[in-house]
């Protein structure tokens, strides 16, 4: 047990010495200096105030592309897992393959396809995804979508079909019997495909590095880039904010959805 | 005849006015779209030279991303619309950019602040717009401390009393290409042969590579590290964190230092040539290389401004600001330079 008490200490050590170092001021005459002070010398909530628009400008971008990407991918995945599952295709096994290629693929080609696709649907039609909020929602869409299909697989794998045909034998219609049997036993696996498909498509570098309109880029290109010509502490100070706001969102979540109780039930 | 010097008066401020407007509306419509590095590289254009051109009407945006992808996008383009229309280029990329006929000639009547540069920085798809000086920094404290000898050259870091306490560049970062060529020369070696250059970094004890040039501030700031190979920029940095640093221009045969050149070059099919070149003038201005150089620890290449940047006493005593200096530091060859095999003999060499 303490082994497991310390290896969890040890993987979320990274945070806190991103936490503490958002606090670390230095007596630097003014100048914003480029590197990390753990623990801090003096605690200060400057970098807070130094957090440039464009970090929460991109951080609002990568919200609104998360969330729509989360929903399109659960608006194709559940049909997907209900025929790859239900369906008795000829190939499922083939098709099961196709449908988590993009798992497979590194997210880099993915970017670059993606880019080369729409130049050639721009030459070919009057198209023009390129550079485009629709454009990069494709992309997250294509990246997101088989974990809400691997996710909802699972459970209707394990579904009790019994419970739908007792449904039906006692007069309700099929498309009740989705509504009030079916789609509330499967949502533990909709609601975690989802959660996958919007931390996903919110973390992802490579594709929107690729497929971004120029002016507006998401929250991780943003910071990947500050980090990676220079390193302002500010950016620390905002990954403190967005964490935070991660572990309110799963309270509030557990608080008003029930996550755990809704993943007992998946697993019953 | 009062009135009509009034009279005259207000028609010729009508003008002045007049004229304004219309120089206010040259771009008007007009959107950019410049290549850059993110982050203050990024911000600092912003707040200069945008400013500027967004007083003529003109929108500017950025396409944030390292040169190497910003290239990429641009080949991906390739005999469509430009998904930009100047972006930044380094030095050792210029005979692939050059190779795939990737930029517009450029039209140097438009880019009047160049004349302050140098011929070699003048050339006909590319304009230099800033430099890096590729230092050896110590901290003079500890040195002083333990009676160790400045560094002149690379070589000198052999030294097994530094044994733990260097950072170089590692291969894959911002200065990695700089860093390898400059230990190759040091060596005896060349863009050509890099293996006594990999000799060289064998035999320094128990180094430490850096990847992104804050690990050099942490690293000193930390104690650990007491002698880096880094950019004139991170020892400025170092020192605002109140490390006292002191740099050595690497010495290379007769040469004394090694610059990274980093270029602007428009972007062949941009609809926008005209706003480009502005924008790349105006790069070029005092106001905005002095700006530059103090936000990104990069150095100017107009050298009307060193003086004013003498003024700052730590810029001052870590860089090198004379142009005769500069024009004599060593400067890579990029035709010289295989990448993939550099990569691949230090992964068997470094690496392992």
Avoid at chain 2, 48 to 72: H, M, R, W
């Amino acid at each position: 047990m303490l082994w497991f008490a310390l290896a969890y200490v040890f993987l979320l050590a990274p945070i806190v010495v991103v936490v503490g170092a958002s606090f670390s001021g230095a007596d630097t005459g003014g100048v914003v200096i480029s590197y990390v002070q753990f623990p801090p010398q003096r605690w200060t909530l400057e970098w807070y105030a130094r957090i440039p628009a464009v970090q929460y400008e991109a951080l609002a971008l990568s919200l609104v592309l998360g969330v729509a990407a989360a929903l399109a991918a659960c608006a194709i995945g559940i049909p997907a897992a209900f025929g790859l599952v239900r369906g008795g295709l000829a190939g499922t096994p083939l098709i099961a393959a196709l449908l988590r290629a993009p798992l497979q693929i590194p997210t880099v080609v993915i970017g670059i396809a993606f880019m080369q696709l729409y130049y050639l649907m721009a030459d070919y039609s009057r198209i023009d995804l390129v550079g485009s909020f629709a454009g990069l929602l494709i992309a997250h869409i294509f990246l997101v979508t088989p974990f809400v299909t691997g996710s909802v697989s699972a459970v209707l794998q394990r579904f009790n079909v019994r419970l739908e045909e007792a449904a039906v034998i006692l007069g309700a219609s099929r498309w009740r019997t989705f509504c009030r049997v079916t789609l509330p036993l499967i949502m533990p696996g909709v609601y975690t495909g989802a959660l996958y498909a919007f931390v996903v498509s919110f973390i992802d570098v490579p594709v929107s590095l690729f497929l971004a309109a120029p002016g507006s880029v998401t929250y991780p290109v943003e910071l990947f880039h500050s980090m990676e010509h220079d390193f302002n502490p500010s950016a620390l100070a905002s990954a403190t904010l967005v964490t935070a706001f991660s572990l309110l969102l799963l309270v509030g979540a557990e608080r008003l959805i029930g996550l755990n109780a809704l993943l007992r039930s998946g697993a019953a | 005849m009062r009135w009509m010097s009034l009279c005259l008066v207000a028609l010729a401020a009508l003008g002045v006015t007049d004229s304004a407007a219309a120089q206010g509306k040259r771009f008007d419509g007009v959107t950019l779209r410049v290549g850059t590095w993110g982050g203050t590289n990024r911000d600092a254009q912003k707040e200069t030279a945008a400013v500027e051109l967004e007083k003529l009407g003109a929108k500017v945006d950025y396409v944030i991303g390292s040169p190497q992808d910003n290239f990429a996008k641009i080949i991906a383009a390739r005999g469509r619309d430009v998904p930009m229309d100047t972006f930044e280029i380094l030095g050792s990329m210029l005979p692939e950019v050059l190779g795939r006929n990737a930029l517009d000639e450029l039209n140097y009547a438009n880019i009047p602040n160049a004349s302050a540069l140098r011929s070699d920085e003048r050339r006909k798809h590319v304009v230099a717009h800033w430099t890096t000086q590729e230092m050896i920094f110590y901290n003079a404290d500890k040195f002083k401390e333990l009676g160790l000898t400045p560094p002149k050259t690379l070589t000198d870091l052999r030294d097994r009393r530094l044994a733990g306490r260097i950072m170089i560049p590692d291969i894959t970062s911002g200065g990695g290409i700089e860093g390898l060529g400059g230990f190759a020369l040091a060596a005896g070696g060349d863009e050509r042969n890099v293996e006594p250059g990999l000799k060289l970094i064998k035999e320094i004890d128990a180094l430490k590579f850096w990847k992104v040039g804050a690990d050099v501030i942490t690293g000193f700031k930390s104690g650990d590290i007491w002698v880096a190979v880094a950019h004139a920029g991170w020892a400025i940095r170092t020192a605002y964190a109140g490390v006292p640093v002191v740099t050595v221009p690497p010495q290379y045969g007769q040469k004394r230092g090694l610059v990274k050149e980093g270029f602007l070059g428009v972007v062949r099919g941009t609809k926008v040539k005209e706003a480009a070149e502005f924008y790349v003038n105006t790069l070029l201005s005092e106001d905005v290389q002095y700006h530059m150089s103090i936000k990104t620890g990069q150095i100017a290449v107009n050298p009307k401004v060193f003086p004013r940047l003498a003024t700052v006493p730590v810029v001052k005593d870590l860089t090198v600001l004379d142009s005769d200096k500069i024009a004599n530091m060593v400067r890579l060859d990029p035709d010289k330079i295989n990448l993939s095999q550099w990569i691949d003999q230090w992964n068997r060499m470094i690496s392992r």
